[in-house]
């Protein structure tokens, strides 16, 4: 269903909602965009057409939280499980280390009580073990920090006057 097609329409955002006709279960990066078609708990389709937030802000349907189509239809937003790491190290400052190198290279980040959640890639587990971190394999719903300058724009990601720099995934000795 696009954009200009006759069908169910979801418009408006109703914050939490504890009673809904059907849920909706969407992946982090699916409950970031504005525009989509899905497929409700119920089977029907429906195309999800919320107001854009402004440029540079992010909008990001949370788990639980209500959808308004016509006819006073209520949807809920679900969080789908996906594949995650979860990442635990020896200590709160282990653990910052690893949080740091994972926003150097701007993965997404759910911080939780003592260990942190990222998105499954081989890439940065490697790097999360040769920090010394353990990491673990999970599936469950995502909901990663938005960042502190996320209302600010894009924020563009330089190490200083252009110049390439390679990072070490040693640990201090």
Same mark, same amino acid.
């Given at each position: 269903?696009?954009?200009?097609?006759?069908?169910?329409?979801?418009?408006?955002?109703?914050?939490?909602? +504890?009673?809904?006709?059907?849920?909706?279960?969407?992946?982090?990066? +699916?409950? $970031?965009?504005?525009?989509?078609?899905?497929?409700?708990?119920?089977? $029907?389709?429906?195309?999800?057409?919320?107001?854009?937030?402004?440029?540079? #802000?992010?909008?990001?349907? %949370?788990?639980?939280?209500?959808?308004?189509?016509?006819?006073?239809?209520?949807?809920?937003?679900?969080? #789908?499980?996906?594949?995650?790491?979860?990442?635990?190290?020896?200590?709160?400052?282990?653990? %910052?280390?690893? %949080?740091?190198?994972?926003?150097?290279?701007?993965?997404?980040?759910?911080?939780?009580?003592?260990?942190?959640?990222?998105?499954?890639?081989?890439?940065?587990?490697?790097?999360?073990?040769?920090?010394?971190?353990?990491?673990?394999?999970?599936?469950?719903?995502?909901?990663?920090?938005?960042?502190?300058?996320?209302?600010?724009?894009?924020?563009?990601?330089?190490?200083?006057?252009?110049?390439?720099?390679?990072?070490?995934?040693? $640990?201090? $000795?």
């Amino acid at each position: 269903m696009g954009e200009g097609e006759e069908g169910l329409r979801l418009t408006v955002r109703l914050g939490a909602v +504890s009673d809904a006709a059907a849920e909706l279960w969407l992946d982090w990066e +699916s409950r $970031r965009r504005t525009r989509m078609a899905v497929t409700l708990s119920d089977g $029907r389709s429906a195309w999800v057409q919320l107001e854009r937030p402004l440029a540079g #802000q992010v909008s990001v349907l %949370a788990d639980g939280e209500g959808l308004a189509g016509p006819g006073g239809l209520v949807v809920r937003v679900r969080a #789908q499980p996906e594949p995650l790491w979860e990442v635990r190290a020896d200590g709160p400052d282990a653990l %910052a280390r690893c %949080a740091y190198h994972l926003g150097n290279r701007h993965a997404h980040v759910e911080v939780g009580e003592g260990c942190l959640r990222t998105p499954a890639d081989p890439v940065m587990r490697a790097m999360l073990e040769q920090l010394g971190a353990a990491v673990t394999a999970v599936e469950a719903p995502f909901s990663p920090e938005v960042g502190a300058y996320a209302h600010q724009g894009d924020h563009v990601h330089r190490h200083g006057h252009g110049v390439a720099r390679i990072h070490s995934f040693t $640990r201090p $000795r």
